[in-house]
């Protein structure tokens, strides 16, 4: 299965979100900007491949590294704490551009939106965040995610298009994957309404 970029991935989603349409307690918190707002979360990258996640963290304080890759890669501990670092760095600058008032959040029914799931670590620290936050439910929608990363959150409700036996890195699943600029999420956010009329 194939997307031909985040919007469509997104519209596809959509379909099978309908039954949130008239809640005026469902809220959609993107983390790849497929949608209305955006939960800022961050990856640390392998520095072989930035595709790869080591961890990832998030707003909250939230924090996931996954120690028994970094060291199956033989990765440094001073790369580690430096990419940890920088991303914090990023984190807190984002933050700060897509900022979403706690209150928006409480008790509303959230749908998490991302692009896909390789590792799962970027949903992982989300969901705690969101936890943290005391949101009423977590459901997951994502177009396309590995099966590992699946089985990490099988505890939450899961919208999943596609999960391959094979599954290498999210770009795989799209004919075009480009980034994301700052901009264009801080375009969508002041465009976008507080509900699901949209979808």
Do not use: W
Request: negative net charge; glycine residues 4%; contains cysteine.
């Amino acid at each position: 299965m194939m997307f031909n970029n985040r919007q469509d991935a997104g519209n596809q989603l959509a379909k099978h979100l309908v039954s949130y349409q008239n809640n005026p307690n469902a809220l959609v918190l993107g983390l790849a900007c497929l949608s209305f707002h955006t939960l800022v979360v961050r990856k640390i990258k392998s520095p072989q491949n930035p595709n790869l996640s080591l961890g990832a963290i998030a707003e909250q304080d939230i924090e996931l590294i996954h120690a028994d890759l970094i060291g199956l890669l033989d990765i440094p501990n001073d790369y580690v704490r430096k990419e940890l670092e920088n991303q914090k760095t990023h984190l807190a600058k984002q933050a700060k551009s897509y900022h979403i008032s706690e209150r928006l959040l409480y008790q509303k029914h959230i749908i998490l939106v991302d692009d896909g799931m390789a590792t799962g670590s970027s949903m992982q620290v989300a969901i705690h965040a969101l936890e943290k936050l005391q949101v009423a439910s977590i459901h997951l929608a994502v177009p396309v995610a590995s099966r590992s990363s699946l089985a990490k959150i099988s505890k939450e409700q899961i919208t999943c298009l596609f999960s391959p036996s094979f599954f290498e890195k999210i770009s795989d699943f799209y004919h075009a994957f480009d980034p994301v600029s700052d901009l264009e999420v801080i375009h969508f956010l002041n465009h976008s309404s507080y509900d699901l009329a949209t979808i």
